[in-house]
Structure formats: C-alpha cells, structure tokens
T-cell receptor
Framework: RKEVEQDPGPFNVPEGATVAFNCTYSNSASQSFFWYRQDCRKEPKLLMSVYSSGNEDGRFTAQLNRASQYISLLIRDSKLSDSATYLCPGESANQGGKLIFGQGTELSVKP | DTGVSQDPRHKITKRGQNVTFRCDPISEHNRLYWYRQTLGQGPEFLTYFQNEAQLEKSRLLSDRFSAERPKGSFSTLEIQRTEQGDSAMYLC?????????????FGPGTRLTVL
C-alpha cells in the first residue's frame, strides 16, 4: 500500500460549486500534513498546513482525522483559478522531514 | 526575489552525457531537499541536506547521481551518463528546521529531457 493515496480525479465542477478531496495515509507516525496546489508544468505551492484537527483559510478548509488516517480539503465557491492538481503530502516520521506525496488530485473548474 | 531558485529551468541532453543542476534555497533555510517528478505522479524524494551535511538518500538515487551542498547554501545535483529514464522535473525545496511543521517551499524546477 502506498504511504499516501489520493483520488486522481479529474474532478470537473462548475464555478461556485463546493468540492472536497480526501487523502488517506498509512504511516500513523507522521505528525504534519500539508496541502499544495500545482499548476500544469509548475512547482507545488503551499496552500495550507494541517497540524491538529484542521485549518480554515477563506474558502479553503482542511481537516485531519488521525484515528481514520485521512485528511480532506474542502473548497467552497470554487473559482476558475482553483483549477490545478492538489497534493497532500505527509511529513516522514523520521527526523529528516522529507515529504511523502501521493499522485495528486486534478480539479477542473468550468464556467 | 527571495524564493527558491533553480538553474537551468530546462535542459535537453543526449543519452550518456553528464548534467548538473543548481538550487539556491531561501537564505535563512538550513534544510534543502531534492525531489523528482514525472508526468502524472507526485514528487518523489531523492535526498536532503541539513546545512552542508547530506543526511538521507533515497534508493531512487543510483550511483550515477550525486548531490552536494558545500557551504551549506546552494546545492548541486549531478547526473552522470544520463539515461532516457532520467527525464523528469527535478525540484528543490527548502525549509528551516525547528520551525513548526517543516513547511517546504519549492523552486520552479529543472525540466530534464534525455534524448
């Protein structure tokens, strides 16, 4: 089983819709999780950090469920500019802090 | 620009040639990571440095790959005798250890094409 698994999508949603992605992880020792967005042929950009049970930042809400080993990202009132691939790496449990990525979830917001 | 920078942004080479990439991290960041990303996949960890010390290497990093961070600032990643399977985006990220959560910031990447 991969350490981080994501639904690859694509998720095709209309502008204004609410969309949610889930990530499941297998390493229960990971302490920190993140959501990054990656535009086509660009680098990942940090969207949110998820340390405890969750975070909210404007239209974006992230939740962490350690017991069930999943994290989620909710996007409300989606915009065309939200179209991207969303990555949810976990921080490796060892001291080095390397990030373990899944394959990403593609979101396409249509007018 | 105070973000992570990488050079070159694109590299096209013939199989068997050597290539070297450079990464300049955010100036106060002591940890520097190299990742590789192929189409349709998330980034995969290659190696990381804390200051000038290389502390972990992935099994993906064959003996044709070598990385350095001689003065604890910029880093180089060299691939010797390139193969077509080395074609990928090579990403560098940096962070400051000891801060909450180890948030890593990525550079724009070097896209390598091996013909």
């Amino acid at each position: 089983r991969k350490e981080v698994e994501q639904d690859p999508g694509p998720f095709n949603v209309p502008e204004g819709a609410t969309v949610a992605f889930n990530c499941t992880y297998s390493n229960s020792a990971s302490q920190s999780f993140f959501w990054y967005r990656q535009d086509c042929r660009k680098e990942p950009k940090l969207l949110m950090s998820v340390y405890s049970s969750g975070n909210e930042d404007g239209r974006f809400t992230a939740q962490l469920n350690r017991a069930s080993q999943y994290i989620s990202l909710l996007i409300r009132d989606s915009k065309l500019s939200d179209s991207a691939t969303y990555l949810c790496p976990g921080e490796s449990a060892n001291q080095g802090g390397k990030l373990i990525f899944g394959q990403g979830t593609e979101l396409s917001v249509k007018p | 620009d105070t973000g992570v920078s990488q050079d070159p942004r694109h590299k096209i080479t013939k199989r068997g040639q050597n290539v070297t990439f450079r990464c300049d991290p955010i100036s106060e960041h002591n940890r520097l990571y190299w990742y590789r990303q192929t189409l349709g996949q998330g980034p995969e960890f290659l190696t990381y440095f804390q200051n000038e010390a290389q502390l972990e290497k992935s099994r993906l990093l064959s003996d044709r790959f070598s990385a350095e961070r001689p003065k604890g600032s910029f880093s180089t990643l060299e691939i010797q005798r390139t193969e077509q399977g080395d074609s990928a985006m090579y990403l560098c990220a940096s962070t400051r250890s000891g801060t909450t959560g180890n948030e890593q910031f990525f550079g724009p990447g070097t896209r390598l094409t091996v013909l």
